[in-house]
């Protein structure tokens, strides 16, 4: 079970009163993540810099890590390999936010998890593959094909017939 214990939250307070132009470097190595309610991460790794700017704080990330994912045509779990990279400003007021609306919290704190956690489900693969050439589940029998050969052997226009005999 990943540690619950909110791992990408910040202290960024000491950056607010330092010059235009100032960043810091934070990087993350965790082997395992949980980013709530249900994204749990393998080998993560990244780096988020915050550059203290006129309208606040610009945080630059890049992640790369792993996800088990199920395999559509097979079934079978496997690890995924995803990356992303970010820039969102926490605006120091209402008048100079962005899109997404982020503000520098009162508490000096800066919670990275819900911004990762949206940036990495939007490169979690529609159709997970295992791998390109996965063949799959016999419809007949639900044997994988990878793994297993079965009697089943394709007909044109997706019919399957068995080279079984019933007596």
Known sequence: MPNSHNQLRINIGFILN???????????????ILL???????DFKGLARINRTPQGLLVNGDINTFSTLECVRCLE????????????????????TT????????????????????????????????????FGLCPICGANRNRDTCTHQSLPGGLVTSNQTND
């Open 99 to 134: 899109d997404s609306g982020l503000i520098v919290p009162e508490d000096g704190y800066i919670d990275l998890q819900p911004l990762v956690r949206d940036y990495l489900l939007i490169e979690i693969p529609i159709s997970p593959l295992c791998k390109p050439d996965c």
């Open 18 to 32: 330092q010059v235009i132009g100032y960043y810091r470097d934070f990087l993350f190595d965790f082997p395992e």
């Open 36 to 42: 709530p309610p249900d994204l749990v991460l393998l």
């Open 77 to 96: 779990p496997f690890k995924q390999s995803l990356h992303t990279a970010f820039d969102e400003l926490y605006a120091f007021s209402k008048r100079t």
